[in-house]
C-alpha cells in the first residue's frame, strides 16, 4: 500500500491544527486565520493566562518560507513570536530569534522557547480588547477575521 505525501494545504491544516492543541496544553487560547490592524493576517494568534499574546506563523514547506517574509510585520501585535513546521520541514531554514513549535495534526512540541517582547500598556490594552471581541464574535457564529485595534 503506498502513501500518498501530503499537499501543503494538508500540512498547513495538520500544523495549524497541532499548533493550537500544543498552545492550549500550555495555557493559551488561541484563534486561527486574524487579520492584524495592519492588514497582515495571523495563522494563530493566542492569549496566555497572563495577559501575553502570541502569534505563531504556520510554514508548510520550505518554499513557503522563502516566498513568505512578512512576518516581521507581525512584531508590533504581540508579546511572542514562532513559527510552527511538520516535523519534516528543514528548521535549520528559520532564523534562530523566534520561537520553534514542531507540530502535526495531534499536537506538538516546543522545541525553541518565543524570547518576550513587551508590548507598551495602550497597544496591550486595545489588542486585548480587540482578542476578546474576534473571540465573542466568533463563538456567536460570526465569521469574523479581522481584530480590532
Not at 497572563?50 to 508590533?76: C, F, H, Q
Request: charged share 25%; aromatic share 6%; net charge neutral.
Amino acid at each position: 500500500m503506498t502513501v500518498e505525501p501530503l499537499s501543503r494545504p494538508e500540512i498547513t491544516t495538520n500544523v495549524t491544527r497541532g499548533a493550537a492543541r500544543l498552545l492550549s496544553h500550555l495555557g493559551y487560547v488561541a484563534l486561527s486565520e486574524v487579520t492584524l490592524p495592519n492588514g497582515r493576517r495571523a495563522d494563530l494568534m493566542a492569549l496566555s493566562a497572563k495577559g501575553e499574546l502570541l502569534i505563531v506563523e504556520v510554514k508548510s514547506s520550505a518554499e513557503d518560507y522563502r516566498v513568505d517574509r512578512k512576518w516581521p510585520e507581525y512584531a508590533p501585535y504581540c508579546d511572542r513570536f514562532a513559527f510552527a513546521v511538520a516535523p519534516e520541514f528543514p528548521q535549520d531554514l528559520l532564523p534562530e530569534g523566534p520561537g520553534l513549535l514542531v507540530c502535526d495534526g495531534f499536537g506538538g512540541a516546543v522545541l525553541r522557547e518565543s524570547p518576550i517582547e513587551p508590548l507598551a500598556g495602550a497597544r496591550r490594552k486595545a489588542l486585548l480588547i480587540g482578542f476578546a471581541r474576534l473571540a465573542g464574535l466568533r463563538s456567536a457564529g460570526v465569521a469574523a477575521l479581522v481584530l480590532e485595534a
